[in-house]
């Protein structure tokens, strides 16, 4: 039988990164070991808080070890050193564990997240007199690995991952969403974290509308925030109002990853990862219906342009307008966002070898050396 043809669509000549058009990165086409991709970040804060990244080729540190695409997205918060740190870091200890046993696996996974946030946690502790307001830096973190045939999925925070599969009957594509998340706002988080501190009240505290650990932060997972782990960074010189009137004896916040494993079929099209500045505007199908209904040629570019045409909407202003406003004030309209598109070939899915060179790409404009 022969194979029914694939025609990939011409991508970027330059594999190694992306370009800027003001406070926007993309990077339109590239190629991954499954197919093709579309990385796109807007800037919304003073500093960029967002980072992410795709690696394709090996997931470990030998020949012989496993081999697949990687596509991280770390939504920070408190400012970007945690989110960089985990762009850093995160990847080089998965293909570390991943080399120690020889697979990718959810229990390697876990080792990964445990030892990135134990690094950054050593950072905090490090710094803590020179830099004190570090304790009070996160990220959230999602992180999808494709290899031999599978999808694993593992978040921590609000970040999500939408897979697009096509319903055979009807060939309609439909969302699919693979990520748990972790924010107060879902009851079952609430109801998590009232479980897991039994004797604090205060765990969750509805704020201004909207609920909040400990009244400071919304999400119940993430890397760093050392300030809400270990009760030693939970007070002066850190800020006032990231400081707890007692001190705790187990930590608040976990780096747990929830994790999700997928075996990939004929009908799954394609991923969507982005931080949540995306899903506040935009639902899971409108997500999945504009990948599906547009070229694949910058459709990362075109969902964060979807997400900003109805924050724009919602504030009563022009797109071009709110394109206008400078980083910092803008984040009063929208967060930063972060989208990653990985089209998988059906063709190459199964395939335990890789036909594409080695990829590594960062999203994200560069920092000031400086900063």
Sequence with gaps: MVKPCWKQPSVDGDESGGRIDGLMWYKDLGSHAYGVFSMAVIQAN??????????????????????????????????????????????????????????????????????????????????????????????????????????????????????????????????????????????????????????????????????RVKGLIQVS??????????????????????????????????????????????????????SDGLWEHLTNQEAVDIVNNYPRNGIARRLVKSALVEAAKKRELRYSDLKKIEPGVRRHFHDDISVVVVFLDPHLINENFLRSSPVSIRGGIPAPANS
């Design 221 to 274: 997972r993430s890397i760093g925030d050392a300030y809400l782990k270990r009760s030693e960074f939970n007070r002066e010189p850190l800020l006032p109002r990231f400081r707890l009137p007692e001190p705790f004896f187990k930590p608040i916040l976990s780096s747990e990853p929830s994790i999700t494993v997928e075996k990939l079929s004929r009908q799954d099209k394609f991923l969507i990862f982005a």
């Design 46 to 211: 003073a500093v960029l808080e967002d980072q992410s990244q795709l690696e394709s080729g090996p997931l470990s540190s030998t020949s012989s070890g496993p081999q697949g695409t990687f596509v991280g997205v770390y939504d920070g918060h408190g400012g970007p050193e945690a989110s960089r740190f985990v762009n850093d870091n995160l990847f080089r200890n998965l293909k570390r564990v991943a080399s120690e046993n020889q697979c990718i696996s959810e229990r390697v996974i876990k080792k990964a997240f445990l030892a990135t946030e134990e690094s950054f946690l050593s950072l905090v502790e490090k710094q803590w007199h020179s830099r004190p307001q570090i304790a009070s830096t996160g990220t959230c973190c999602l992180v999808g690995i494709i290899c031999n045939g599978m999808i694993y999925i593992a978040n921590v925070g609000d970040s999500r991952a939408i897979l697009g599969r096509e319903e055979r009957a009807t060939h309609e594509v439909r969302a699919i969403q693979l990520s748990a998340e972790h924010n107060a706002s879902i009851q079952s988080v609430r109801e998590e974290l009232q479980a897991m501190h039994p004797y604090d009240s205060q765990i969750v505290v509805l704020k201004h509308k909207v609920w």
